[in-house]
């Protein structure tokens, strides 16, 4: 089985087909866990989920073309794309992550990047990234 698909029954011929998924799933999308538009560039929605030692991991998704303005942390970044394209720039290089594609963004290094509509990621932080709705600041 290949990630970023399910498995649909196709009932007439009794096999299995693949078929692409348009979001992530319901229970990866609780409310509860979506993160301020504060804390993310705007056009994209996402979800937040803590670690016990600080750390977090979050899902986005581009509903338009975003832009992320250049930003560093002081916590390492990593990430992977699911569906579509995130064009990463680091030192004036630009690199195309497209699905399937990762890359580790060590802590303290400058970096900016662009989305295009429909695209899917999945981010590790090394510490707190971003805040939830209606969490305190």
């Known amino acids: 089985m290949n990630f970023g698909v399910e498995i649909a029954l196709n009932k007439n011929r009794h096999k299995f087909t693949e078929t692409e998924m348009r979001d992530f799933p319901?229970?990866?999308r609780n409310p509860q866990n979506a993160i301020d538009p504060k804390s993310q560039s705007p056009g994209n929605v996402?979800?937040?989920f803590d670690g016990i030692d600080g750390s977090q991991m979050a899902i986005w998704t581009s509903m338009e073309?975003?832009?992320s303005k250049e930003h560093v942390h002081d916590y390492d970044e990593y990430?992977?794309?699911v569906e579509g394209e995130y064009k990463l720039i680091i030192n004036g290089k630009t690199m195309?992550?497209?699905k399937g594609d990762e890359y580790h963004?060590?802590?303290g290094t400058p970096h900016s990047g662009e989305s295009k509509k429909g695209t899917r990621t999945i981010y590790a932080f090394g510490s707190k990234r971003a805040k939830r709705i209606n969490?305190?600041?």
């Open 26 to 28: 319901l229970f990866m």
């Open 46 to 48: 996402g979800y937040v």
């Open 65 to 67: 073309d975003v832009i």
């Open 79 to 81: 990430f992977i794309v």
């Open 96 to 98: 195309i992550i497209r």
């Open 105 to 107: 963004v060590p802590k």
């Open 135 to 137: 969490e305190d600041r």
